[in-house]
């Protein structure tokens, strides 16, 4: 596994690009992107990093667990996963309208 980063903007979380798309084929996602206090430069030392993950359809709960696990060892922070199919519809917009995709 790689070291852990210290990610403070969207282009650190680009340059880990190739580790995170590993991590999201391993754990049966095949589609990422950045979204939330990241994207919009707004990072305070206690922010979390928001990922929209498109999984494929035989995932299972534990990929989410897994994935989420391994991203936040990967970036050194916290991170929501928020899988695509589960985004809430009024927040849908204000999503997909800042989401950056890897």
Do not use: N, W
């Amino acid at each position: 596994m790689a070291e852990t980063a210290t990610i403070h903007t969207l282009e650190d979380i680009r340059r880990l690009r190739p580790q995170i798309m590993e991590l999201a084929r391993r754990h049966r996602a095949y589609k990422v992107s950045v979204f939330g206090s990241c994207v919009r430069g707004e990072m305070r030392a206690d922010s979390d990093i928001d990922f929209l993950i498109e999984f494929e359809s035989d995932f299972r709960l534990t990929d989410v667990i897994r994935l989420t696990q391994r991203l936040e060892e990967l970036v050194g922070r916290k991170v929501d996963v928020v899988p695509k199919h589960a985004l809430r519809k009024e927040l849908e917009e204000s999503v997909t309208g800042e989401m950056q995709s890897l």
